[in-house]
């Protein structure tokens, strides 16, 4: 793997009038890195990614990508440059099929339906959806739906992945089906961030986890070292870690 730094963040700080949603974030992340995002409810996860991916303005600081300062681009711009990311309010098109739902990105870099098609099909059997590629999306499961939001960030070629609780809300088997999933991206070379409440998914991962808490970062380092941190337990779990 390449140790090329893929994305990173220099004090980057969002702020909401009196409040500081993210202050002062710096992290550096290299190409095939896979990094989990823990903390409590409100620690600024999710604006954290919307700073990454540009639905945010930075306040102060940086986001860089590949060596680029992309700080000033806007969403589309940075998903051409290969930037993907879910919601945690699915943006699944529910009326459009699984398929319609892919070939839409597809077809934004590709310019060609068929082409767009073909590319969303192979997408969609990367994620385990090929058979449900004619069901319309409102009728696909929660596990489903989660995957095809994943899908629809790949099919904009991202080379790295910003998944803000695609677990949330799955049974016990479906984490694990997703688990598996993330891991495969992962193998093939994407760079992936997790935003994860579920700390046996960040321990199943086994990799790098940062812990936000009130915007800062307060924990960098393995699953066992940063939840046995006694600042980490104290802020998010308020208990002994399990
Ligand atoms: N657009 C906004 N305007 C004003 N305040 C906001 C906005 N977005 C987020 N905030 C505030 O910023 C803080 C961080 O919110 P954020 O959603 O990033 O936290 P989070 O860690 O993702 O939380 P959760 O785990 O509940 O999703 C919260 O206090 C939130 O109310």
Do not use: W
């Not at 940062?210 to 070292?225: C, E, H, L, S, Y």
């Amino acid at each position: 793997m390449s140790d090329a730094t893929a994305l990173a963040a220099e004090n980057l700080t969002k702020r909401f009038g009196g409040l500081t949603a993210v202050g002062g974030l710096n992290f550096s992340l290299r190409r095939g890195d896979l990094l989990s995002i823990i903390g409590p409810n409100g620690a600024g996860k999710t604006t954290l990614f919307n700073l990454l991916t540009g639905q945010h303005p930075p306040s102060d600081g940086r986001v860089i990508h590949e060596g680029r300062d992309i700080s000033a681009l806007a969403p589309e711009q940075r998903a051409r440059l290969g930037l993907g990311r879910t919601f945690q309010i699915s943006k699944t098109l529910t009326s459009m099929t699984a398929l319609e739902n892919v070939m839409i990105g597809a077809f934004l870099h590709r310019g060609k339906l068929a082409a767009a098609a073909e590319h969303a099909m192979h997408i969609l059997d990367r994620v385990g959806l090929a058979r449900r590629a004619s069901v319309r999306a409102g009728t696909l499961t929660l596990s489903e739906r989660r995957r095809l939001e994943i899908a629809r960030a790949l099919a904009l070629d991202c080379s790295v992945l910003l998944l803000d609780e695609v677990m949330a809300g799955l049974n016990q088997r479906e984490v694990d089906d997703v688990i598996g999933l993330v891991r495969q991206l992962h193998a093939e070379g994407l760079t992936v961030l997790v935003i994860e409440h579920n700390l046996k998914v960040v321990r199943a991962f086994e990799n790098r986890v940062i812990v936000m808490d009130f915007g800062r970062m307060i924990a960098d380092g393995t699953p066992d070292k940063v939840l046995s941190d006694p600042q980490v337990v104290e802020a998010y779990l308020g208990k002994k870690a399990e």
